[in-house]
């Protein structure tokens, strides 16, 4: 560049004025304002700045070296400026942005009678494309008609490209067809009209168009339709796009290098993004940026971290985009440290305004559990925009600080502030995880006054919203008026009534889903599993088993664990680990579900020694496994190997302990008689105690008929549960154990003064395909006659092997004959002597129970199952009991 100014000072100096406009077009070569304002004091003082040749061609040196303000300068001081120096002044404006004022240059050319030509309109065209200044570009184009300058290819390309820049595509369309002599230009301005309205489907149309048409694609055509399959995700069509380029000879070109790399990356491909990325001379920052984004969009975070360092080292600096694809990946990992090293990168580069770095940073720090954090970032953003508020409510509720995240929409929305789509679907999420109801409805109510009642993603929220507030028929109201049911619909309502114990109804959806036609995924299957499993339906939860094989969810893992929670929960713990077995990668949720099923079937040693292979699959547990854990040595009497992963969950597994870790603990310590332990722990906790914590105290007051502790168990439920019933009945039993029947009395007094109502006992059973359900004395069912006679047959045989009523248990005060009458009607009974009369001999019979199975039946089927010789698992609200030749799998523990 030194070298050329040399050579054009020397002409200037050794030139007559003649051959100076030979000369001055090598100027625009150099590009440096410095050496042309050296050049233009030569002309100066030679006396030849006057020449309205020379001052053209300074003007569109200046103009195009960025020199805009020295260009205009030269305009202004000309007497006469002719359409050449307008022209160059206009392109400069357009070109470097400025778009506003190549328009008032163009309407003060016009005022002056200066007409425009081939080179004027399309500067003009341009800067209304960038100013989206539609009614100035309809004016133009009438100006252009009239000129006559519509044919020109370079005009009506131009024209194309501002009608779809302004948002008339179909008049860009026609303005393209209207072009007598298309040239690649003209092709290449529809493309990217088409590409940069994410019509990416007609710009491949357009694209396979041109090369039938014989026009030869160049690489800004190569590049765009490159984004064209970016775009539309179609790496197969991208791949082709490649052949081409290489056929043609442009894999050298920087901008097809580019959107190569991007299209291999956000495909998938991350092998065929960095072979192309390897070819590539001098990667620039959008090759690495490229590179680096689609390794985040893809879950490689290491990697793209890694990449990152590569970058700097190869001495190209990151910038705001590589920074915020690098917070993302620090989101992903959970590397805090590193987070914040990149927060303090992102502050030296004076990004800290922008609206998507703040974004990125809020949602790293929510996702590091650095709340603090990203309120700090959140009230230091100049202006609160809307993705920032939807980040923070996310990640508060994300963090378990729900009130926080609505209480942040409240503020909101007092303020005026607007809210969309993805504000209201957190603020639902945060809804269902707090159950909070009341809010749930003025939410729905927002919801119908803004008409967002028609977008799906928002009524499938709020049916969830509903189902887990326990509000199963707002929930199925919502559903019903949904005026476009889809899949997600449906697995929606299906899991709120299956969250809810009505998995009938769920179970009736499958089937209006399948008269519909839609094709069920496996979130349909596990709600359905789920449904069975609270059903105890284990005959049909087989059937929907068959159909995910059908479907080929066999491998699916969300549908492998409701399977294995589905037979542990139906009793058959022998499935649930053949399915177990099957689970091809299982996870975390898979051993959960496996261990807390043995647990619960009285198999605790079994379920540790599982535990104990998931540590050695390098699988680590969560709190869910470890309420698993705790609750299997419950169930097996392991009081030692409960204390010690009781104490060691933070220091082996990182898990801080909860509620519910410590109300299985103290249930451990209060089983083993231990209540005085128990109390301590009770005492020690780092948390308000809740109802569990109490109920778990009540319950091992009556296991040991402890008084004292029974009472002031009880009455702190009575603070904190009121409406309990089975406080009540925990007391009288307790009572009632020790022979205080007045002391009974009074919590029937107190029941009736406070309108509390006893749950009354309800059990019921699967027989093809159908829920038989009894309750005490009931003599509804059609085989009741039936029902009761078996029940006698069977109170005379085991009365024979040994059996005694277990009258105590009974809390009437009557004759002991009637006390006898009352515990041989009880629920469970009913339903076992149905199954026995229902189902073939030999046939396991499958016994669900709301409440606690009470102690005289517990005898009873330890009986039974030896005199009938059948299988017996009754399913009540603590565990699984597996009565078996005489004896249960809990142990009578």
């Not at 009556?702 to 309990?724: C, F, N, S, W």
């Not at 006893?758 to 059990?763: F, I, L, N």
């Amino acid at each position: 560049m030194f070298l050329m100014f040399r050579q054009l000072e020397f002409m200037v100096l050794q030139s007559s004025p003649i051959s100076y406009s030979k000369f001055l077009p090598l100027l625009r070569q150099t590009k440096s304002v410095n050496e042309g304002l050296q050049i233009h004091a030569q002309i100066v003082k030679h006396g030849l700045s006057h020449d309205p040749n020379h001052r053209n061609h300074l003007i569109n040196f200046y103009s195009k070296s960025r020199a805009i303000s020295h260009a205009r300068k030269l305009l202004d001081e000309s007497p006469e400026p002719d359409l050449v120096s307008w022209s160059s002044l206009i392109s400069g404006y357009a070109q470097n942005g400025l778009g506003a004022k190549a328009t008032l240059a163009f309407h003060k050319m016009q005022a002056l009678g200066v007409k425009g030509n081939e080179f004027t309109f399309p500067s003009v065209l341009k800067a209304c494309a960038n100013t989206s200044d539609f009614v100035l570009g309809k004016q133009v184009h009438g100006i252009v008609v009239v000129a006559g300058f519509e044919s020109d290819v370079f005009v009506a390309n131009t024209l194309v490209l501002m009608y779809a820049k302004c948002g008339s595509i179909v008049d860009s369309r026609r303005l393209f067809e209207d072009i007598p002599d298309r040239n690649v230009v003209s092709w290449n301005a529809l493309l990217t009209c088409y590409t940069q309205s994410d019509l990416f489907g007609k710009a491949m149309g357009l694209f396979q168009e041109m090369v039938v048409g014989g026009i030869r694609p160049d690489e800004y055509s190569l590049s765009t339709i490159l984004n064209a399959a970016t775009g539309l995700g179609d790496i197969g069509q991208g791949k082709k796009i490649h052949g081409y380029l290489i056929k043609l000879g442009y894999e050298s070109d920087p901008f097809s290098s580019n959107a190569l790399v991007d299209m291999y990356a956000k495909g998938g491909d991350l092998g065929g993004a960095i072979a192309v990325f390897g070819n590539v001379p001098e990667p620039d920052i959008v090759s690495w940026n490229a590179l680096i984004a689609g390794c985040v969009s893809h879950e490689h975070h290491v990697w793209a971290l890694e990449l990152l360092d590569r970058m700097k080292s190869s001495g190209v600096n990151p910038n705001m985009f590589t920074m915020s694809s690098a917070l993302r990946a620090c989101a992903a990992l959970g590397v805090k440290e590193l987070g914040k090293q990149f927060h303090a990168k992102l502050i030296k580069l004076e990004t800290m305004t922008d609206r998507f770095v703040s974004v990125g940073l809020i949602d790293m720090y929510s996702k590091c559990r650095l709340m603090k954090y990203a309120l700090t970032v959140y009230h230091l953003m100049p202006e609160k925009e809307l993705v920032a508020i939807n980040a923070l409510i996310s990640g508060l509720s994300q963090n378990g600080e729900i009130r926080e995240a609505l209480t942040l929409f409240q503020e909101m929305h007092k303020e005026f502030m607007e809210f969309n789509h993805a504000t209201l679907l957190a603020v639902l999420n945060a809804i269902a995880d707090l159950q909070a109801t009341s809010m749930c409805k003025q939410v729905h109510t927002l919801i119908m006054k803004c008409g967002y009642e028609a977008d799906n993603f928002i009524t499938n929220s709020l049916v969830d919203s509903y189902g887990k507030c326990s509000q199963v028929n707002d929930a199925a109201r919502v559903f019903r008026e949904c005026p476009n049911v889809d899949l997600p619909s449906f697995t929606s309502i299906m899991t709120a009534y299956a969250q809810r114990g009505q998995g009938e109804e769920a179970l009736k959806l499958y089937l209006k889903l399948s008269e519909m036609g839609i094709k069920p995924d496996s979130f349909v299957f596990s709600s359905l599993l789920n449904a069975c499993a609270n059903l105890s339906a284990y005959e049909q939860g087989k059937q929907i088993h068959v159909h995910v094989l059908k479907m080929g969810f066999s491998s699916d893992i969300f549908a492998g664990n409701s399977l294995v929670n589905m037979y542990a929960k139906c009793g058959s713990i022998e499935d649930a680990g053949c399915t177990f077995s099957e689970v091809p990668e299982r996870s975390v949720v898979s051993w959960s579900a496996m261990i807390g099923g043995l647990a619960q079937h009285g198999l605790g040693k079994e379920a540790l020694d599982l535990f104990n292979d998931m540590l050695k699959n390098g699988t680590t547990p969560n709190h869910v496994t470890l309420v698993s854990v705790l609750s299997a040595c419950n169930h097996a009497g392991l009081v030692d190997e409960a204390q010690r992963y009781f104490d060691t969950m933070k220091e082996r597994f990182g898990i801080e302990r909860t509620q519910e870790h410590y109300a299985c603990m103290i249930d451990v310590l209060g089983r083993a008689g231990k209540l005085d332990e128990a109390k301590d722990l009770v005492n020690s906790m780092p948390f308000e105690t809740n109802g569990a914590i109490w109920g778990t105290l009540l319950g091992a007051a009556r296991i040991h008929k402890d008084v004292e502790l029974g009472q002031h168990a009880a009455e702190m439920l009575y603070t904190l549960e009121p409406e309990k019933s089975s406080t009540h009945t925990l007391l009288a039993n307790i009572y009632a154990s020790a022979g205080l029947w007045e002391d009974v009395a009074k919590v029937r007094r107190l029941m009736k003064d406070r309108k509390v109502k006893k749950e009354p006992g309800m059990s019921w059973m699967e027989v093809k395909d159908k829920i038989h359900t009894f309750i005490v004395g009931d003599s509804s069912h059609p085989r009741s006659e039936e029902i009761y006679l078996k029940l006698e047959e069977l109170g005379h045989l085991m009365a024979k092997a040994g059996y005694v009523p277990l009258l105590d248990t009974d809390l009437h005060r009557v004759e002991s004959k009637e006390k006898e009458i009352l515990l041989s009607y009880h629920s469970e009974k009913l339903a076992v002597a149905f199954g026995l009369i229902a189902t073939p001999p030999g046939a396991p019979i499958r016994v669900k129970k709301n409440l606690r199975i009470c102690l005289d039946c517990h005898t009873s089927f330890k009986y039974i199952s030896k005199i009938v010789s059948r299988e017996i698992f009754v399913r009540d609200i603590n565990r699984f009991h597996h009565f078996r030749d005489g004896s249960c799998s809990c142990g009578d523990y």
